[in-house]
């Protein structure tokens, strides 16, 4: 079969994957071929396993999987035959050097420039898909600039917006999809082309087109907002507690204006996931870097009240337990940073474990898709852990339960059967108020919320 155009992606991720077997689904005229410098990852997309659970993916990949999607590791020959080239790189926060703790590492995303530059042998699109500081298309054009071989690079910023555990909703029905590219005919032609490949798919009005340093810091003030919009529900959540307010009644009150809208207001141990915090650390920098120190620290805050949170939790649970935890059995209800997700990084639930570690207390974690990356986490982590996906028996035997994940299975438990299993007094820590904690207290739980009144027998 010959194909209209040949779709390249360098970094076959959680965005990576996805989003190019959206793409190969919704365009069966086009070849979108995924390549990536980790031969293990490429060998699972090859696989009946693939390397991130995402509910609906495997449908769509097997469904594209050696007709129109390709999963390789052969990056120049990748790059000599596409068209258009999709970058999806890690873009980590900086670990190193200048910007250590804040800035994005681009070491990934530079030597990605290099490789299309050093093979490419035809004019190409190149289409930002990581998430990257303003201004970095200018960085890509330069080192792609920096000989004189006569071929003509357009870079164009298509940041992603999907979210884990819906990515494949997201990407079959996105609120907008967002193209940024120089205003000059050739950017605008570049704009265009990429365009018709979303037409394919998704409605002209959610297609939105602007000036690419717009769209590059779209993306990091999507984040922040969204961020934002958490740490002001968890930091009234602190003086719910203290009040006697419920902050679900709140949100509920809050959300209703439709200015503000009522999404992303359920109170929590702390947001996480790859890209919040690392997004947000990356906006203050750059507002640093421009010496608008009062808009970073604004910014900052964000953060430091996400911190703040998941402190807090572990406090109220010593403080509730009466004031040790040294040799309390305490059973985390989930460890993925988000329901339906394997994916732990940035979780609460790593930090929590830490701390609780710390205390002394002995752990067991419950997770239906996370066990294997908890137990990478927690590596180092001395103490008492063990790793344990039936919660009826991770919960046996137990001071206190924590919810750490929002997995619909939780509130479905039989907590009379858990409540019998446990040590009395029996805590619950209702890390995301998913359960029925009224229902929890009349069998005799002590329940904790987030955000309201606690329910003892004490
Ligand atoms: P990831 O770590 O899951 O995947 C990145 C992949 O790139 C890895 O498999 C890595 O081996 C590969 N890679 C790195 N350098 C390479 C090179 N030179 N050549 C070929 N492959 C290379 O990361 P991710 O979660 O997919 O995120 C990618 C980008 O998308 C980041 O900038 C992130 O901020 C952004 N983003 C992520 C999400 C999300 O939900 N995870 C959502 C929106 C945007
Ligand atoms: C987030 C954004 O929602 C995506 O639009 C973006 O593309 C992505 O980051 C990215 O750039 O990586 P994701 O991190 O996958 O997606 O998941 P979210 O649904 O945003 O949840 C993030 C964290 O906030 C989770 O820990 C979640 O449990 C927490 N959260 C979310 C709350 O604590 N309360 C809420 O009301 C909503």
Excluded at 153 to 169: C, H, M, Q, R, Y
């Amino acid at each position: 079969m010959t194909f209209k155009k040949k779709i390249l992606c360098i970094g076959a991720g959680y965005v990576g994957g996805p989003t190019m077997a959206m793409i190969a689904h919704k365009c069966p005229q086009y070849k979108v071929t995924i390549v990536d410098i980790n031969p293990t990852r490429i060998d699972q997309w090859n696989s009946e396993k693939l390397p991130i659970y995402e509910p609906g993916l495997k449908k769509v990949v097997t469904a594209t999987r050696g007709k129109n999607l390709f999963f390789s590791t052969e990056i120049e020959k990748g790059i000599k035959e596409s068209d258009i080239i999709f970058v999806s790189v890690n873009t980590p926060t900086k670990t190193f050097g200048a910007g250590a703790g804040m800035a994005a590492d681009l070491q990934y995303w530079e030597k990605t420039a290099r490789q299309i530059l050093q093979h490419a042998e035809s004019d190409k699109i190149i289409v930002e898909k990581s998430t990257l500081p303003v201004k970095t298309a200018l960085a890509m054009e330069r080192i792609l600039t920096s000989t004189n071989n006569s071929i003509r690079f357009d870079v164009l910023s298509n940041p992603e917006f999907l979210a884990e555990g819906t990515a494949i909703k997201d990407l079959e029905d996105p609120d907008r999809v967002l193209i940024g590219s120089r205003e000059t005919p050739a950017g605008l032609k570049a704009r265009d082309e990429l365009v018709e490949i979303y037409a394919n798919w998704v409605p002209k009005e959610h297609i939105l087109t602007s000036n690419i340093w717009s769209s590059e810091l779209s993306k990091l003030v999507s984040n922040a907002f969204l961020a934002q919009k958490i740490s002001s529900i968890n930091a009234i959540s602190a003086l719910c507690e203290k009040a006697e307010a419920d902050v679900t009644e709140v949100a509920r009150a809050v959300g209703m204006d439709s200015r503000l809208g009522s999404k992303f207001l359920n109170a929590s141990v702390g947001f996480g996931g790859s890209c919040f915090k690392k997004d947000i650390l990356n906006l203050v920098y750059l507002c640093r870097h421009y010496g608008l120190e009062d808009v970073a620290r604004y910014w900052q805050g964000v953060v430091g009240i996400n911190d703040y949170q998941k402190e807090r939790f572990v406090m109220n649970m010593m403080n509730a337990m009466f004031n040790t935890l040294a040799g309390k059995k305490i059973c985390l209800f989930g460890f993925a940073f988000k329901a339906n997700t394997g994916d732990t990084r940035e979780s609460p639930a790593i930090f929590i474990s830490e701390r609780l570690a710390e205390e002394r207390a002995e752990l067991t974690i419950t997770d239906p898709q996370a066990l294997d990356n908890a137990r990478t986490d927690l590596e180092g982590v001395e103490g008492n852990i063990s790793y344990i996906e039936n919660p009826y028996e991770a919960s046996n035997g137990c001071d206190a339960i924590a919810v750490m994940t929002e997995w619909d299975i939780y509130p479905q438990l039989d907590f009379e059967k858990i409540f019998h299993s446990m040590v009395k007094p029996a805590f619950i820590f209702d890390g995301r108020n998913i359960l029925d904690h009224n229902k929890l207290f009349e069998m005799g739980f002590n329940v904790f919320p987030i955000g309201k009144p606690p329910l003892t027998h004490f």
